[in-house]
């Protein structure tokens, strides 16, 4: 599906990921791990096309990024950022819609296939009775899920999302977070999303990327990196992981006193 080949990524002199070399196949869920500054939401932009390289490339489909039209890319892959301004006034309901412009090429109005899946993805996300509110009028989780709701409507084979749970509820936390699981279980969509509660990945991801913040990186399956030791290392801090049912909950251990 997307795969980073000798990716390097800096933010000025400083080396963010150095040979990224990783591979996320259809149908799998992958939480990028890592402390503030690792390099997270750089690694997102590069994986979307909207920031080159400082060397390596990214492929989707075994085609590097830069080949791709822009307008089927859009059709590729949805991209959800970690923050949004609202310059103008529009509806939620018009702002959802725009994720079906990829789609429009010889026309400039909506029909009522791309008004099913707004309203469908607006449901799904337990935001369409604000469908004709203006987004500027949204709580914070509101817009989010409006958002998240936009990037359905895009209905692309992959998501990457930066902070998906970013001012949701508890309840919103775990039910959007369920579905975008379910979207990859079930209808082999792939995500990719970047979290800071490591239970709530643990519990929806079937893999992980972990970002040292100086290059380094480890991939693969969740059972094998979401591992206390190399949390720990990662996040710079120890972590414990405790057995709830099937469940492991993540816990920083407390500094000594
Ligand atoms: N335009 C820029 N110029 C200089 N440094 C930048 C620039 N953009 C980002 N950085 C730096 O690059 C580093 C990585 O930023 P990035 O946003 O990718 O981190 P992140 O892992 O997503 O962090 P967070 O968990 O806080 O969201 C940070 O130290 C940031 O300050």
Not at 1 to 8: F, G, Q
């Amino acid at each position: 599906m997307i795969a980073t080949h000798h990716l390097s990524l800096k933010a000025g002199q400083r080396q963010l990921v150095t040979n990224l070399d990783w591979q996320v196949h259809e149908g799998e869920c992958w939480s990028i791990i890592g402390r503030n500054g690792a390099g997270k939401s750089t690694l997102m932009r590069a994986l979307a096309g909207l920031r080159a390289p400082e060397a390596g490339h990214v492929t989707l489909g075994g085609r590097t990024l830069s080949e791709w039209p822009l307008a089927e890319l859009a059709r590729q892959r949805a991209f959800l950022a970690q923050s949004r301004s609202d310059a103008f006034s529009y509806s939620v309901i018009e702002t959802v819609l725009s994720a079906r412009h990829p789609y429009h090429d010889n026309r400039y109005w909506e029909d009522s296939d791309d008004h099913a899946i707004a309203i469908k993805s607006l449901e799904a996300m337990e935001v369409a009775d604000l469908a004709s509110r203006d987004v500027r009028t949204l709580s914070g989780g509101e817009r989010q899920r409006v958002a998240i709701a936009a990037m359905l409507t895009q209905d692309t084979p992959l998501l990457l999302l930066d902070e998906p749970a970013n001012a949701l509820d508890l309840a919103h936390q775990v039910s959007v977070m369920s579905i975008l699981a379910r979207l990859c279980r079930e209808q082999g969509k792939t995500a990719v999303m970047i979290g800071h509660d490591l239970t709530l990945a643990h519990s929806v991801s079937t893999h992980a990327l972990l970002l040292k913040g100086d290059g380094r990186w480890l991939a693969g399956a969740k059972e094998d990196v979401m591992r206390p030791e190399l949390l720990g290392d990662y996040l710079g801090h120890p972590i414990d992981v405790i057995q709830h049912g099937k469940r492991s909950i993540f816990i920083p251990k407390e500094d000594s006193v």
